[in-house]
């Protein structure tokens, strides 16, 4: 079950391990991950957010696929109800 956090989490945690990364350190252009964006509705694997970096990093944006793909298969972005009832404030994307 995925857990409920602010989009600003699941864009840190991303960033966290895009920094981590081995492959994509050697990236000549510094690799920022944007806000994730929600999705109209829940994609077939039940996540509800998503990453739009297309063209920006040639090369790399498979190590980047990969890594999203880990993140979303452990957060979902909650919506103020979600956030309200574990205490967390809202953060507006």
């Known amino acids: 079950m995925r857990e409920f956090v602010t989009a600003n989490e ?14 994509l350190r050697e990236s000549p ?4 991950v944007p806000m994730p964006k929600p ?8 996540c509800n957010w998503t990453i739009h970096y297309l063209g920006q990093f040639p090369g790399y ?3 980047l696929d990969s890594i999203v793909e880990i993140v979303q298969n452990d957060y979902n972005i909650a919506g ?3 956030l309200a009832r574990s205490g967390q404030s809202s953060v507006t994307i």
């Open 80 to 82: 103020p109800s979600s």
């Open 29 to 32: 252009k510094l690799i920022t």
């Open 10 to 23: 699941i864009q840190a945690q991303v960033q966290a391990m895009v920094d981590a990364d081995p492959v």
């Open 61 to 63: 944006e498979p190590q």
């Open 39 to 46: 999705t109209a509705s829940e994609s077939v694997t039940g």
